[in-house]
């Protein structure tokens, strides 16, 4: 696998290969790809509104995409508390054709793990299937000395790649006055020719 090629001293992934594999095939049905994460433990979370731990959980994968980009001047806090409200609404969005919306959890020892599952037709032609994860120490041992590391990127093919960003979660929990599990995310991106 191409995680194996990054520093060794940046950070340790485990136990998500097999995880990354699954969101990078080509499935024409957002459940195929349910299914083969299904098979690396992860269970579609019920549909309704999501617990609290969940949200907690997914929102880091979005909080880590406007923190290592472009915050608008946002601070911490607020940016955490607008994604709360964006992941509390994924649970109730709808499917459509063109997009469609899964959110899986998984226990690892005593720790439990989220993802977020997007399958989009932007045209008819193409599809893109994008995984967000939210990873406990068991998956993914980050080293980062600020609240989010760089995010470092793998393309596994012209067509594949994933994002890795580790987090300071003692730091970030001091920030925001709650707890943080999360030890980084984890984000796949495919796309491909949609079948006929």
Same mark, same amino acid.
């Given at each position: 696998?191409?995680?194996?090629?990054? $520093?060794? +001293?940046? !950070?340790?992934?485990?136990?998500?290969?097999?995880?990354?594999?699954?969101?990078?095939?080509?499935?024409?049905?957002? %459940?195929?790809?349910?299914?083969?994460?299904a098979q690396q433990g992860w269970v579609q979370a019920p549909e309704g509104d999501l617990s609290p731990e969940i949200i907690?959980?997914?929102?880091?994968?979005?909080?880590?995409?406007?923190?290592? *980009? %472009?915050?608008? *001047?946002e601070q911490t806090r607020a940016i955490v508390d607008l994604q709360r409200k964006t992941v509390a609404g994924f649970a109730k969005k709808k499917d459509i054709p063109q997009s469609k919306t899964r959110i899986l959890t998984?226990?690892? &020892?005593?720790? @439990?793990?989220?993802? !977020?599952?997007?399958?989009?037709?932007? %045209?008819?032609?193409?599809?893109?299937?994008?995984?967000?994860?939210?990873? +406990?120490?068991?998956?993914?041992?980050?080293?980062?000395? $600020? %609240?989010?590391?760089?995010?470092?990127?793998?393309?596994?093919?012209? +067509?594949?790649?994933?994002?890795?960003?580790?987090?300071?979660?003692?730091?970030?929990?001091?920030?925001? *006055?709650?707890?943080?599990?999360?030890? &980084? @995310? !984890?984000?796949?991106?495919?796309?491909?020719?949609?079948?006929?």
């Amino acid at each position: 696998m191409a995680a194996t090629t990054l $520093s060794a +001293s940046a !950070l340790t992934l485990t136990e998500m290969s097999a995880s990354i594999d699954a969101c990078h095939l080509p499935n024409a049905n957002v %459940d195929d790809t349910v299914n083969a994460l299904a098979q690396q433990g992860w269970v579609q979370a019920p549909e309704g509104d999501l617990s609290p731990e969940i949200i907690e959980l997914l929102i880091w994968p979005q909080v880590a995409f406007y923190a290592t *980009g %472009d915050t608008g *001047g946002e601070q911490t806090r607020a940016i955490v508390d607008l994604q709360r409200k964006t992941v509390a609404g994924f649970a109730k969005k709808k499917d459509i054709p063109q997009s469609k919306t899964r959110i899986l959890t998984r226990q690892i &020892g005593a720790d @439990t793990e989220a993802a !977020l599952v997007f399958w989009l037709q932007p %045209d008819p032609a193409q599809t893109n299937i994008i995984c967000r994860f939210a990873l +406990s120490p068991h998956s993914l041992i980050g080293h980062t000395a $600020s %609240d989010f590391a760089a995010p470092q990127v793998v393309e596994t093919s012209p +067509s594949q790649r994933f994002a890795i960003t580790p987090m300071n979660a003692a730091s970030l929990a001091a920030k925001i *006055g709650a707890p943080v599990t999360v030890s &980084g @995310t !984890l984000e796949t991106q495919t796309s491909f020719p949609s079948q006929e």
